[in-house]
């Protein structure tokens, strides 16, 4: 099994790149977002391999970070959810992003790949909402307020402040977090009118 290629970007096609190790040529398939942050032929390159052994071919699946590869391995724990899909999920959003997709049950933002519809968007922020704090990376943070929001299980002053800076047209994911830097400087007891000012101020930054 193939788990990390280290060499020298040969060819970058739609869907996958080329990696020369050593004289030989590895076709490792990338999320379109990977793709566009991996360099130009000639550059050297790591990729974290995610290897896919089939009667009638070898597919090797390349990212920029073991998270990442994490994720598109979690994805495909969901019904419906095979390596195209978890490759477009991973395309739109980021390992953090999908984490507090998750955590605010937020299937809009998922369903904004290209393959993934409403059914099965519902079925990866519901089947993955227990696990994706563990892979939350950068997003840890905050994930546990986001959870508490996705749940409706949130402080009603909490709830309001988050509801109320959505409907100024920032996303759930902006207003989450505005609003957790809000508790951290307002205090716990802070009522919602406190954390919206709070909070304006954090995404005005």
């Known amino acids: 099994m193939i788990g990390k290629l280290k060499g020298t970007i040969d060819e970058i096609g739609d869907d996958h ?3 020369d190790v050593h004289g030989v040529g590895y076709v490792a398939h990338c999320s379109s977002r990977t793709l566009s942050r991996i360099g130009s ?17 070898l ?7 073991a998270l990442e590869r994490e994720w598109f391995r979690l994805l495909q724990s969901v019904q419906g959810v095979g390596s195209k899909v978890a490759l477009a999920v991973l395309s739109v959003l980021t390992p953090g992003e ?14 904004r790949a290209p393959g993934v519809g409403p ?15 563990a892979f939350a990376g950068e997003a ?7 959870q508490e929001l ?26 989450a977090n505005a609003v957790a830097a809000a508790l951290k ?21």
């Not at 597919?59 to 970070?65: C, S």
């Not at 059914?119 to 704090?133: D, Q, S």
């Not at 840890?140 to 986001?146: R, S, T």
Request: glycine letters at 10%; a neutral charge; charged letters at 25%.
């Open 185 to 205: 400087n307002g205090g716990e007891g802070a009522d919602s009118a406190k954390l919206i000012r709070l909070g304006l101020k954090e995404l005005a930054r």
């Open 150 to 175: 996705g749940e409706g299980v949130a402080a009603a002053p909490v709830a309001d402040a988050v509801s109320a800076l959505s409907n100024l047209g920032y996303s759930r994911d902006q207003a």
């Open 17 to 19: 790149v080329v990696v």
């Open 59 to 65: 597919r090797l699946f390349g990212f920029l970070t």
């Open 98 to 111: 999908l984490a507090n997709a998750i955590a605010l049950q937020d299937k809009t933002s998922v369903s």
């Open 41 to 57: 032929p000639g550059e050297a390159v790591v990729l974290f391999i995610e290897t896919y052994v089939r009667e009638d071919q």
């Open 140 to 146: 840890a943070a905050n994930i546990g307020l986001k």
């Open 119 to 133: 059914k099965v968007a519902v079925r990866i922020v519901t089947e993955l909402k227990n696990k994706a704090p």
